[in-house]
């Protein structure tokens, strides 16, 4: 049996516990503490993949999971491939608020093959992780795309700003401007009756 963890950077208590609502009760989920900086995004994702599980799930606290059976099929893609992890191209075309290109991933959401992701990081010098142009987490994930990313499509939510993702999640972006709370809140919402109908709760 596959030992999957899951995986947040934590802050806001009330939105951690929204966020973990959707995960199922029998995967361990661990709140990671102390990589607030925007520097400690990278230093954050070296460090869950030190993890001793098979599979990693790395969730943003404001990505609501609504149904999990899709991240199920996301490993078992990873597991029959040579592809080591999953996630979102950080592009336009996936998010109008993003400019990143197709190379690039974004970190609200990925599935990582554990043993695999961290055999390519340990090849890395840390002095070249550390290199980027826009985000710290660049030299990272481009190497992990040389070795073979499963794509995830993300869809603009007719908020005009959340992402639904692999028809899967919506990720609502901007956790930490209060301004979105209520906005937050709606998707929220949403997922939760998405949830409520996946699981039959």
Not at 21 to 49: H, K, M, N, T
Not at 62 to 68: A, E, G, H, K, S
Not at 104 to 132: A, H, Y
Not at 170 to 185: A, E, L, P
Request: aromatic letters at 14%; a negative charge; proline letters at 3%.
């Amino acid at each position: 049996m596959k030992n999957i963890k899951v995986y947040s950077r934590s802050r806001e208590g009330d939105i951690w516990d929204k966020m973990k609502l959707f995960i199922p009760e029998q995967i361990e989920c661990g709140r990671v503490w102390g990589y607030d900086s925007w520097r400690g995004a990278l230093y954050y994702l070296l460090d869950i993949l030190n993890s001793d599980a098979d599979y990693v799930v790395n969730v943003d606290i404001d990505c609501f999971i609504y149904d999990w059976s899709i991240v199920n099929l996301m490993i078992e893609r990873l597991e029959q491939s040579t592809m080591v992890f999953a996630g979102m191209p950080d592009n336009f075309e996936n998010s109008p608020h993003r400019f990143g290109n197709y190379n690039q991933t974004n970190p609200f959401f990925n599935v990582f093959k554990v043993k695999e992701c961290r055999q390519i990081v340990n090849q890395l010098p840390m002095d070249e992780l550390n290199s980027f142009d826009k985000e710290p987490f660049e030299k990272l994930f481009e190497k992990l795309f040389e070795n073979g990313r499963l794509d995830l499509i993300g869809e603009t939510h007719p908020d005009g700003i959340s992402t639904v993702l692999a028809n899967a999640m919506i990720h609502t972006w901007y956790s930490r401007d209060h301004n979105h709370k209520d906005r937050i809140n709606e998707r929220f919402e949403e997922a939760k009756a998405l949830w409520m109908l996946n699981t039959n709760k």
